[in-house]
């Protein structure tokens, strides 16, 4: 079974308007944190916005928030104000403090900002 | 301030043909990751390291082998290249406690690009 489920291979947005990324997750260890990461078109990799299980408070990031619902098990992405330079592939990852301490990514979603 | 560095950035291998791409970081992480990206994909775990001494095997090990050399290098080995393995490479580190205390953002190298032709 996947662990981490990102369900829109593509997005597109409007420059300044607000955009949520959806991220599912799938894990029985009760200690875990969820990060999202983007990955423009030069493919290096960017470090986002983390969300601990046990953390209280939604994950906030300048323009990028983190929607956890725990019961859910959703950490959905929300980027307000979107910017043309926004447009990249986005991965949400999920890394388990239990025996397996796997860091496991989602297959992604390329969203695209149009002016 | 290195933080990961992986070595090469761009390899082309002929079939059956071996190579090691190295990966080393400066920040006494203690868990190293190794991912494939193939195009328009995300990254899938090949190996990865929990502790200097241990090693474990992603959802894509088959064709690969690594060597945790000590805490700061993880190396991946294709003892035998075909072209299925032709991909992006990531190296990434992460502090994990034993009891909690992480922390907060895994640390990728910048990638090498392999074609197996």
């Known amino acids: 079974a996947q662990k981490i489920t990102q369900t829109q291979p593509g997005m597109f947005v409007q420059e300044k308007e607000a955009v949520t990324l959806d991220c599912t997750y799938d894990?029985?260890?009760?200690?875990?944190?969820l990060f999202w990461y983007k990955q423009p078109s030069s493919g290096e990799m960017i470090f986002l916005i983390y969300?601990?299980?046990?953390?209280?408070q939604n994950a906030t990031e300048g323009r990028y928030s983190l929607n956890f619902q725990k019961a859910r098990k959703s950490a959905n992405l929300v980027i307000s104000a979107s910017q043309l330079g926004d447009s990249a592939m986005y991965f949400c990852?999920?890394?388990?403090?239990?025996?397996?301490?796997?860091?496991?990514f989602g297959s992604g979603t390329q969203l695209t900002v149009l002016p | 301030n290195a933080g990961v560095t992986q070595t090469p950035k761009f390899q082309v291998l002929k079939t059956g043909q071996s190579m090691t791409l190295q990966c080393a970081q400066d920040m006494n992480h203690n868990s190293m990751y190794w991912y494939r990206q193939d195009p328009g994909m995300g990254l899938r775990l090949i190996y990865y390291?929990?502790?200097?001494?241990?090693?474990d095997k992603g959802e894509v090990p088959n064709g690969y082998n690594v060597s945790r050399l000590n805490k700061r290098e993880f190396s991946l080995r294709l003892e035998s290249a075909a072209p299925s393995q032709t991909s992006v490479y990531f190296c990434?580190?992460?502090?994990?406690?034993?009891?909690?205390?992480?922390?907060?953002?895994?640390?990728f190298g910048q990638g090498t690009r392999l074609t197996v032709v």
């Open positions: 990434a580190t992460l502090y994990l406690g034993p009891r909690g205390g992480w922390d907060t953002e895994a640390f």
């Open positions: 969300q601990g299980s046990y953390d209280q």
């Open positions: 990852a999920m890394r388990e403090l239990g025996s397996a301490r796997q860091l496991t």
């Open positions: 390291s929990a502790s200097e001494g241990t090693t």
């Open positions: 894990t029985s260890d009760p200690s875990y944190g």
